[in-house]
């Protein structure tokens, strides 16, 4: 920005603020923040992060980390509802407790998990339904995520499906209700439930003790976390020790408040006009991100520049990933990988270009998953109170030295 | 301050060995500061707010106006049970948020 027209930039606030305007906002979405600086401490069992909070943690994966279809456990993000986390569990004595409208109310060991049940491994992305959400202006509820309130990663553990079989579920079950670990400090205050419609299990759906291959981080949830492959994380219960079964869907804060959006056709509405009719965020929507450059990166004129990213959707798989260097008006597809990880997991892609001038140069990256759904520019999105599904074109912008 | 982080860094590091090591002897979650702006309602803002959560969860929210403040608190009332009981305590909160971290609007 020029000295002068910041000078005008704050005149005009600070004129706003001096007559103390009622004027709200119009709503409209923008480029998510991005570069936050990583904190100068590391929590347990990671690596540096950006850091919003640490009781409860809260901390953010930067944007290089995204050249790579596995994202480390040590630099995977972590977001907790609740501020007591247990900080220490003994696998030998932890058990996950089948109860409500079962024949058999059961509770199952680590170990039983490990030996009595089929194992299976699946990669898939877990995103927060907020990611991207400093997109969103005026501010959304909820956290101020940049870029990285994501990761993708391989899961091992056993279906879902197996572990309610044991537990024989009655006719008339209809929904499930995860629950963690972590607790609020008041006992009046709700713990962090959520459930899922029985309807909507599928074999892909596993309760995982293991990421790319060590046993799960404790602040992503060790010994054991749900993972449902294609939907948003909030119902991917971290620390998980119970399922209660029941007919009637419970009456919760965080299934019936929050992770909605409405339910009209953009997903949209304004700050003056909140839609009454909401549905949950579930299905993820197509998405993809350069890890490679960073906004701000110095690169070589006439040096080659590759470009790298991940792409993903909520499970039906990436088509292609396009690259443009004007702004938009022209595209070109970039190279992916081999897609063996399979659906759920990100695509990593490449794009080698060589850039022929100097000065400010933008890098733009488009996904479009096997559905046909492509990206749209960020402009285009438009507002939703919680600040949920934001997948707007992403960009980087370098500098190209002489 | 700077110490206690510096020690808490030193010990986090010591704790990744014996984790890698594959003793699982549990973790210790770093103290982070998230200092709070000086001024009127700041003490009884902190004892009302961060009983449950940092600070860095207020900030984190950036500037804003005082409706949106407000709406904060009575969430944290309503949803969490936050210990705020009076009326007087929303404003001493919502005003101390607003002075500190606001937007210069109103709503």
New interface residues.
């Given amino acids: 920005m020029q000295r002068r027209d910041f000078f005008k930039k704050a005149i005009a606030v600070a004129g706003t603020a001096a007559v103390g305007t009622n004027t709200v906002e119009a709503a409209q979405t923008q480029h998510p923040v991005d570069n936050q600086k990583v904190s100068d401490v590391a929590f347990p069992q990671k690596r540096p992060l950006i850091t919003y909070s640490d009781r409860p943690p809260l901390l953010e994966t930067p944007r290089e980390v995204f050249t790579s279809a596995l994202t480390p456990n040590d630099l995977f993000f972590v977001r907790w509802h609740m501020p007591m986390i247990p900080t220490y569990i003994n696998p030998n004595k932890f058990y996950i407790h089948i109860n409500g409208l079962v024949k058999n109310e059961i509770k199952i060991s680590l170990n039983e998990l490990k030996t009595n049940f089929e194992q299976v491994e699946l990669t898939a992305v877990l995103q927060c339904g907020g990611n991207n959400r400093t997109a969103f202006k005026p501010t959304a509820g909820g956290i101020q995520w940049g870029v990285g309130a994501m990761g993708c990663a391989k899961w091992k553990g056993v279906k879902l499906k197996d572990v309610l079989k044991k537990a024989v579920l009655k006719k008339e079950a209809a929904w499930l209700g995860f629950n963690g670990e972590d607790k609020a400090v008041y006992q009046k205050t709700a713990n962090f439930v959520r459930e899922l419609d029985l309807k909507e299990l599928t074999d892909d759906i596993i309760l995982a003790y293991e990421m790319n291959g060590e046993d799960l981080p404790y602040l992503n949830g060790y010994p054991l976390r749900l993972i449902i492959p294609g939907f948003y994380s909030d119902s991917w219960i971290k620390m998980i020790s119970n399922i209660t079964v029941t007919k009637e869907k419970q009456k919760l804060h965080f299934m019936d408040h929050a992770y909605r959006i409405p339910d009209n056709t953009c997903e949209c509405e304004t700050p003056e006009n909140l839609v009454q009719n909401t549905k949950p965020i579930e299905e993820m929507n197509v998405n993809a991100l350069i890890g490679y450059p960073t906004t701000g990166a110095k690169v070589k004129n006439n040096a080659e520049l590759i470009v790298r990213g991940v792409a993903f959707d909520g499970g039906h798989g990436i088509k292609k990933v396009e690259l443009s260097t004007d702004g938009g008006a022209t595209w070109t597809e970039a190279k992916l990988d081999d897609g063996t990880q399979g659906k759920y997991a990100y695509r990593s892609f490449s794009y080698a270009f060589t850039p022929k001038q100097s000065g400010k140069l933008t890098i733009l990256s488009k996904a479009t998953n096997e559905k046909g759904e492509i990206q749209p520019f960020s402009k285009e999105i438009q507002w939703n109170h919680g600040g949920y599904k934001y997948n707007g074109i992403d960009e980087v912008t370098v500098e190209v030295l002489t | 301050m700077i110490n206690i982080?510096k020690k808490?860094?030193v010990a986090?590091?010591l704790?990744?060995t014996t984790?890698f090591a594959g003793s699982?002897?549990?973790?210790?979650?770093?103290?982070?500061d998230?200092p709070m702006k000086e001024g009127k309602g700041m003490y009884s803002t902190k004892g009302k707010c961060n009983?449950?959560?940092?600070f860095?969860?207020v900030i984190?929210?950036?500037l804003?106006s005082k409706k949106?403040w407000r709406d904060k608190v009575i969430k944290m009332i309503k949803?969490?049970?936050a210990?705020i009981q009076t009326d007087e305590d929303i404003e001493t909160v919502t005003n101390y948020l607003f002075e500190n971290y606001g937007?210069?609007?109103?709503?």
């Fill in positions: 982080v808490l860094i986090s590091i704790f990744g984790l699982n002897s549990g973790i210790t979650i770093p103290y982070v998230f009983m449950c959560h940092s860095g969860y984190n929210q950036g804003q949106f949803v969490f049970k210990p937007n210069g609007k109103l709503e």
